[in-house]
């Protein structure tokens, strides 16, 4: 299985977060997509509009709309890669909650992520699949143009406030720019034309934990070490990373990782206890531009409702044993009430939903490939038992 690892700290206890109320909703009117090194570049462009179509109910039965949402851009007809190697170090993350110019928005989550389902969806719509008892209609709800992510639309709102940290993401980008960590991008094949056209890329995925002194420059002078999970035989750099794409491709000057051959894992942290987050059905894509500045990316996909349950039980348990068992009940009915798409990355009426779509940005500079791999450290163990 190949695994991806992003940490970011929320510093919330999890019954705060979850089980004393938080709310969901639509997260209001899409949000500003101006200018900034905080958040995705989507290309191409989209146009700012609410989710498509009239506010009316629609026949179960009826075709899917064809006005599509936000996707990666195809494939170029031709270009062939160079045999340069460039790694690209996370230098900032965007969760959601701010919109491109880094200002806190209940809407920006509408501008993150890509259009997984092929739909663009409204409050109204029936023909998608069936929301989880109690949850609101306006779960369903799309962001700009059909981007799909009930990730920062329902989810991290609640973090939020339990946490009391209003920018999350600024506050997760600060601690990667001190150098607790990161997560590195190497690329085979790129050149050094901003509107390059090629096929034939390849491009595998490093996580990285504290740097080894000082802060990073997030230059070529950066060479920040692998951890021993990130490889292929938990030692060597040249063994190669557990997520590779074998069929990347850039297209006028955005690079496309293509399918990957298994799923993207990335790790949140919620009072200092890891929760792997598993993304199937996964696209990492950033804008290549020039070496000297940020790269501006995004991940998109779909999380599988009851893998996140398993593993946030264990998280309950590890901030408090008090939320194993039937404790942890509420939590879980919290979480299925943000289903919002079937977790093969499709959308079909009369079908319950059993996932969650996600969608992140981050932007990246270009800094030395790795040569180290350091050890990581265990998994915690699970206070609930089995």
């Not at 069936?130 to 779960?139: C, D, E, Q, R, Y």
């Not at 298994?262 to 531009?289: E, Y």
């Amino acid at each position: 299985m190949n695994k991806l690892f992003l940490f970011v700290t929320v510093g919330a206890a999890l019954c705060a977060a979850y089980a004393c109320g938080g709310q969901t909703g639509d997260g209001g009117d899409a949000g500003d997509a101006g200018g900034g090194d905080v958040a995705v570049d989507v290309k191409p462009d989209v146009s700012q509009k609410d989710g498509g179509g009239p506010d009316v109910a629609q026949d179960a039965d009826a075709a899917p709309p064809t006005d599509a949402g936000p996707t990666p851009p195809p494939p170029p007809d031709g270009g062939a890669p160079t045999s340069n190697v460039l790694t690209f170090a996370i230098q900032t993350v965007s969760l959601g909650e701010a919109d491109r110019a880094g200002t806190p928005s209940p809407s920006a989550w509408k501008n993150y992520g890509y259009d997984v389902d092929g739909l663009v969806t409204t409050s109204s719509d029936t023909n998608v699949c069936t929301l989880h008892t109690g949850a609101p209609k306006a779960n369903q709800a799309d962001g700009t143009g059909g981007i799909d992510n009930a990730w920062g639309a329902v989810l991290l709102p609640i973090l939020e406030t339990a946490a009391s940290l209003p920018t999350p993401s600024a506050t997760e980008s600060a601690a990667i720019d001190s150098g607790i960590w990161t997560m590195q991008i190497q690329v085979t094949g790129l050149s050094d034309d901003p509107q390059q056209n090629a096929l034939g890329l390849s491009s595998q995925i490093f996580l990285s934990g504290q740097y080894p002194s000082g802060t990073p420059a997030f230059d070529m002078t950066t060479d920040w070490p692998v951890l021993s999970t990130s490889v292929v035989d938990g030692q060597t750099i040249a063994s190669g990373s557990t997520v590779k794409f074998a069929s990347s491709y850039v297209s006028n000057g955005t690079f496309v990782s293509g399918a990957g051959p298994g799923v993207l894992v990335f790790t949140l942290s919620f009072g200092g206890a890891a929760l792997p987050i598993t993304i199937h059905d996964a696209v990492l894509t950033f804008d290549h531009v020039d070496h000297a500045d940020a790269a501006d990316g995004t991940i998109s996909g779909v999380i599988d409702t009851q893998e996140f349950i398993d593993t946030m039980q264990v998280v309950a348990g590890t901030i408090s044993q008090s939320l194993c068992g039937s404790a942890f009940d509420g939590i879980a009915e919290q979480l299925r009430q943000a289903q919002d798409i079937l977790q093969d990355g499709t959308n079909t009426a009369g079908v319950s939903c059993d996932g969650i779509s996600i969608g992140l940005g981050f932007t990246a500079k270009l800094v030395a490939n790795p040569t180290t791999v350091v050890q990581a450290p265990p998994p915690p163990p699970n206070p609930c038992g089995d």
